[in-house]
């Protein structure tokens, strides 16, 4: 029994180096006091590591953030100064709206790009409106003030018009 070599043979002193398949002997100990390492791959240097963080990190810097969000837009109110003068004024109007059946949301994306906000296509995303931020007087979230519980609100002056203007969306995420 102890002096078969058989394939179901027991051998009190268990398996030598030898006895290993090769692909298990990938890392070797030549000296006791190093840790085991591959013979074939190298560890990158500190510097090595640091110089690939700077790279990645320069080139997250160099790209724009990237804006973009699903928003259903409801309604674009006018402020005319006389019946409809500020923010709470439009969100009141958009309320009779709604209540009237009057309103007819439709679905895009909101995205901001090259010094521009971008209104498009859910479907074909072709543009549908494109606003210079520069024409951008506020933004503000209303929250919880009406049967749409999260509303952006984006006030605009176009340089070449007197009136300005309040695009009103529900919005399902914040960034």
Request: hydrophobic share 30%.
């Amino acid at each position: 029994m102890f002096g078969n070599t058989g394939p179901f043979s027991y051998s009190p002193r268990g398996f030598s180096p030898e006895d290993l398949p090769p692909l298990r002997r990938g890392f070797q100990r030549d000296d006791r006091s190093t840790p085991p390492q591959r013979k074939d791959m190298s560890r990158p240097s500190g510097r090595s590591i640091y110089k690939q963080r700077k790279e990645y990190s320069d080139i997250l810097n160099s790209q724009p953030d990237n804006f973009n969000f699903r928003v259903e837009h409801l309604f674009t109110c006018e402020l005319d100064g006389q019946e409809v003068r500020n923010l709470d004024d439009c969100v009141a109007k958009l309320k009779r709206l709604d209540d009237k059946g009057r309103l007819w949301p439709q679905e895009m994306i909101l995205e901001v790009q090259g010094g521009y906000l971008l209104l498009s296509d859910i479907e074909t995303k072709a543009e549908l409106e494109s606003l210079p931020l520069s024409c951008i007087l506020q933004t503000k979230a209303v929250l919880d003030s009406c049967a749409y519980n999260s509303l952006l609100t984006v006030t605009v002056q176009d340089r070449s018009k007197s009136i300005k203007q309040v695009y009103m969306f529900q919005c399902e995420e914040t960034g």
